[in-house]
């Protein structure tokens, strides 16, 4: 069974960087696409906003709403992945969940996910 949690959550002024973590536990962690996704507001899933993917190969997708400010990479040897958000907005603040996926076969897990705000 996969897990995932996430860290590194918090208050930033606008202008500032935080960096999250999601630590993987469980098997196959190299196998699966990662991403980050961010929701402003309870609601459903698909009401999440995705910002950013990496996949098995290190390639990289970014939300036009992040792209140049936030990084995404991965630590395979330590089942972890990390979004890097510099230039922070107030805009920005939302609970930022952490995605696992395969395709083959299909499997699908989230975290619980960090709150990020940021204000002044």
């Known amino acids: 069974q996969v897990q995932l949690v996430e860290s590194g959550g918090g208050l930033v002024q606008p202008g500032g960087s935080l960096r999250l973590s999601c630590v993987f536990s469980g098997s196959g962690y190299s196998l699966f696409t990662m991403g980050w996704y961010r929701q402003a507001r309870q609601g459903p899933v698909n009401e999440r906003e995705l910002?950013?993917?990496?996949?098995?190969?290190?390639?990289?997708y970014y939300s036009d709403s992040v792209q140049g400010r936030f990084t995404i990479s991965r630590d395979n040897p330590k089942n972890t992945v990390y979004l890097q958000m510099n230039s922070l907005k107030p805009e920005d603040t939302a609970v930022y969940f952490c995605d696992a996926r395969r395709q083959v076969p299909a499997l699908r897990y989230w975290g619980q996910g960090t709150q990020v705000t940021v204000s002044s």
């Open positions: 910002v950013a993917l990496i996949n098995t190969v290190n390639s990289t």
